[in-house]
């Protein structure tokens, strides 16, 4: 009878541990998708400020300041849910670094989206 009940004591042990890492992998996903939405969002959303025909004969700095304020709830929403991603990612970095990592991601998008406005820019003549 006890060898039974350490049995079974040791399949539900197993059985926890499994579901916990499959809940883990989860979340892990779900943060991951969640990030993943956020960034696409947040790229729609700069695109749609790309396009305007307001834009035509911006110079380079006045399109970058209008990038920088642009979709401010988009960019919100792109930051923390990096942010969350890389702490389920990376629990025992410091959350800074993880902040850090967000905004410099937040940044790099306004950097590629003025990029491809100054490519776009016909020649000065």
Request: aromatic fraction near 6%; proline fraction near 3%; include cysteine.
């Amino acid at each position: 009878m006890r060898r039974l009940l350490v049995g079974v004591a040791l399949v539900m042990m197993s059985s926890a541990a499994m579901t916990s890492s499959a809940l883990a992998d989860d979340d892990d996903d779900s943060a991951q998708k969640l990030a993943k939405q956020g960034r696409d969002d947040y790229w729609r959303c700069l695109s749609r400020e790309y396009s305007r025909d307001s834009n035509q004969g911006r110079s380079e700095q006045d399109f970058g300041r209008s990038v920088a304020s642009a979709c401010p709830s988009e960019r919100q929403h792109y930051r923390v849910a990096l942010l969350d991603y890389l702490t389920t990612q990376y629990p025992d970095i410091d959350a800074g670094a993880h902040l850090a990592t967000a905004n410099r991601a937040v940044e790099a998008a306004q950097k590629d989206i003025v990029t491809a406005f100054v490519k776009r820019r016909p020649p000065v003549k």
